[in-house]
């Protein structure tokens, strides 16, 4: 099945720097979520975006399917950017029979104020 | 509000003591998914329904039930639980099932519910 690697694996920053993490996949893919878990738990859609850029606010997103990876930008990081984040890609197997959604490690974000 | 709803948020029970999780959503969605997710493993899938009275197994279907007899539920049930399902649990849908790349794929989580089995 396809394989899902997130660098870093963990993140600690000063409230107010930017970062960027990294998801890359071993399979062309034609979904691509990012997610935030916050530190109760819950798990909040960031984007879809299998390929191209898009912004929320303070993130933003780039997913260059043809080279196999997706990006995540934080900007002006605040302490409710703390928890975890996870990209998850859909691609099929078996022949292509079957569809599934593999869900990376996960980077653990700490902003400090 | 479009949610995502899940019952209850913290389980503790003993081992052989039948329970169900419920999930319900209000967003008329087609695709429903459960999920585990334990420390080190990450988010790992339990079943899945593509529509009502479509429910297949994903990578770690054994000890669990689903049923989706109406599109808005997707109860998980544990006949029997035992400690190694001891984690966190996520249901989570979308308004379409995964595969086409469309927007509608997006994929929308429960809050979660913790289960402790003795």
């Known amino acids: 099945g396809i394989q899902v690697e997130q660098s870093p694996p963990d993140l600690i920053l000063q409230e107010g720097a930017n970062s960027t993490l990294r998801c890359n996949f071993s399979?062309?893919?034609?979904?691509l979520q990012w997610f935030h878990q916050n530190p109760w738990g819950q798990l909040i859609n960031l984007f879809y975006i299998p390929s191209g850029t898009k912004q929320n606010g303070r993130l933003s997103a780039t997913t260059v399917a043809t080279e196999r990876y997706s990006l995540l930008y934080i900007s002006s990081s605040q302490t409710t950017d703390s928890g975890v984040y996870f990209c998850a890609v859909g691609s099929y197997y078996s022949g292509g029979s079957n569809y599934k959604l593999t869900f990376g490690k996960g980077t653990l974000l700490t902003v400090n104020p | 509000e479009a949610q995502v709803t899940q019952n209850p948020r913290y389980l503790i029970t003993v081992t052989g003591k039948k329970l169900t999780v419920t999930c319900s959503q209000n967003m008329n969605h087609e695709y429903m998914s459960w999920y585990r997710q334990d420390p080190g493993l990450g988010l790992r899938q339990i079943y899945y329904?593509?529509?009502?009275?479509?429910?297949d197994k994903g990578d770690v279907p054994e000890g669990y039930k689903v049923s989706r007899k109406e599109k808005r539920n997707f109860p998980l049930i544990l006949e029997s639980p035992s400690p190694n399902q001891t984690s966190l649990y996520f249901c989570?849908?979308?308004?379409?099932?995964?595969?086409?790349?469309?927007?509608?794929?997006?994929?929308?989580f429960g809050s979660g519910t913790q289960l402790s089995v003795l």
């Open positions: 399979d062309s893919v034609n979904n």
């Open positions: 989570a849908s979308s308004f379409r099932p995964p595969g086409q790349g469309t927007t509608n794929e997006k994929l929308f």
């Open positions: 329904s593509m529509n009502v009275e479509v429910t």
